[in-house]
Structures are given as C-alpha cells and as structure tokens.
T-cell receptor
Framework: SQQGEEDPQALSIQEGENATMNCSYK?????LQWYRQNSGRGLVHLIL?????REKHSGRLRVTLDTSKKSSSLLITASRAADTASYFC???????????FGTGTRLTVIP | DAGITQSPRHKVTETGTPVTLRCHQT?????MYWYRQDPGHGLRLIHY???????DKGEVSDGYSVSRSKTEDFLLTLESATSSQTSVYFC??????????????FGPGTRLTVL
C-alpha cells in the first residue's frame, strides 16, 4: 500500500498543551495534506505542503516535511477541547492519480 | 461541506441486493471522488470522475461501478452487495482544475450496512 501511516494512533492531552502527530510514507510525493475528521462527519482540509517546502503555518497549526526521511509532522499549539478529532495525512505520490490517506491519529483534548 | 450532499445518509441492506449511493454538488466542479472508510485502513479511493461520462478506477474498485451523466451527480453502485462492503462511504470534490492535487472537500458520508 502507498498510504501514509500516522503515529501515534491515539493521543490524549490536557487543554492548553501542544499536540504533535507524525506521518510517514513510502514513495516520492508531490505534496502532502493534513485533514481533520470530527466524529460522524466528513474530512476537513487543514493544510497542504509541497515537496519543495519544509515548513508551513496556519493559525495554531505547524506542519513540517522531511522528504529525505519521508515523514511529516503536524503540531497543534495551545490545544482546545474543540480540537478533539481524528487527523489524517494524505499524500499525492509522483505518477499516481489520487491521494493516499493514512489511518489517522485520534486526538482527545481533555478540558 | 462545500455544497456536497450524499443520499441516503444511512442504509441497511441484505447481501446480494443492488445499492446505489448518490453524491450531489451544487457548484459544477469537474472532479468528484468516492472513498470508503474502514477501521485500520483510513480512506481508500473507489472510483473518481474527471467530467461527465469520464470515470476511472481507484485503489479498491472491485465490486463497484459509477456513473456521471450530469456534472452535479456522481452515483456509486454496488451491483450485488456483500458484507465486506459494509463501510462508511464519502464523496469528495476538488474545486480546481488540477484534480487530485488540489484540496478535497468531503460530503457528510453514507453509512452502509450489508447484512
């Protein structure tokens, strides 16, 4: 499978703490995207980072990409209870015609 | 949900029966996708469409067919449902012209149970 794998599978933190989740993938990519899914809902796009970029920020989100290690990380700073959700990475691999999604990290932020 | 609706939202059916799921968009975007989501597998692409009557297979297309006779509607059909097709099905669109390289916007999902 070409899908990415998130680590950890589940993460539980206190409100106000930072949350870091990681994504590893297997083949060369053109870009990598992160999505959030609240329970019972569809996925919502968070951020896209291209293969020639190393870091991007969006509000409380910081994404890094290390193509030499085939890995990405998503950092959520000053977490809130509303950040409780599953987070997925998705890779657009070179030569493929669709995104490949990982299995997700389940984040629980305790108020 | 970027103007994407899915119907039905929930369906229970029996093995061997045909099932059609509908995805409807209101903004005439070119690219539409069907995914299934299962525990331990994340989302996997079933089929996608890049225009009216233009479709292609994804990662897990066996047992599924699709049709797109109008820009706004993308139908997913299970010709003869099996228990392994019990899943949550998501439709998605991309708003740009580059297709899968763009941000994808997802519908609310259809929970299908095959008994």
């Amino acid at each position: 499978s070409q899908q990415g794998e998130e680590d950890p599978q589940a993460l539980s933190i206190q409100e106000g703490e930072n949350a870091t989740m990681n994504c590893s993938y297997k083949t060369s990519i053109n870009n990598l995207q992160w999505y959030r899914q609240n329970s019972g809902r569809g996925l919502v796009h968070l951020i896209l980072i291209r293969s020639n970029e190393r870091e991007k920020h969006s509000g409380r989100l910081r994404v890094t990409l290390d193509t030499s290690k085939k890995s990405s990380s998503l950092l959520i700073t000053a977490s809130r209870a509303a950040d409780t959700a599953s987070y997925f990475c998705a890779t657009e691999t070179t030569g493929a015609n669709n995104l490949f999604f990982g299995t997700g990290t389940r984040l629980t932020v305790i108020p | 949900d970027a103007g994407i609706t899915q119907s039905p939202r929930h369906k229970v059916t029996e093995t061997g029966t045909p099932v059609t799921l509908r995805c409807h968009q209101t903004e005439n975007h070119r690219y539409m996708y069907w995914y299934r989501q299962d525990p331990g597998h994340g989302l996997r692409l079933i089929h996608y469409s890049y225009g009216v009557k233009d479709t292609d297979k994804g990662e897990v297309s066996d047992g599924y067919s699709v049709s797109r006779s109008k820009t706004e509607d993308f139908l997913l059909t299970l010709e003869s449902a099996t228990s392994s097709q019990t899943s949550v099905y998501f439709c998605a669109i991309t708003t740009g012209l580059a297709g899968y390289t763009d941000t994808q916007y997802f519908g609310p999902g259809t929970r299908l149970t095959v008994l």
